[in-house]
């Protein structure tokens, strides 16, 4: 599904980074520009739920055909996310 291409900004709260998740057409999911290992198990209209190598779900949630919103299951945290405006270059692993 198209609606879930591009990148979104989400913020953890424990250390105030802001990262990237980014879903690429063939559905690759990549945080901070890393893909992830693991493989989509549902996608329809209202979520996305990738599993990690871990056993760990990503849900991406939609609402009104955009994402608003990924959770963590390793962390047992929701993220709201939003759409990044500008291309990010920089690595959050480099910022201190």
């Avoid at 890393?34 to 849900?59: S, T």
Wanted: charged share 30%.
């Amino acid at each position: 599904m198209l609606t879930y291409i591009g990148k979104w900004n989400f913020t953890d709260d424990l250390n105030g980074r802001i990262h990237v998740l980014q879903i690429t057409e063939p559905l690759d999911v990549l945080i901070d520009g890393r893909k992830l290992p693991g493989k989509i198990v549902h996608l329809d209209e209202k979520e996305l739920l990738f599993l990690d190598n871990y056993g760990y779900h990503l849900r991406v949630d939609l609402s009104e055909h955009k994402p608003i919103s990924l959770f963590d299951e390793a962390d047992n945290q929701v993220y709201p996310v939003t759409r990044c405006e500008t291309l990010q270059t920089n690595d959050p692993a480099s910022e201190k």
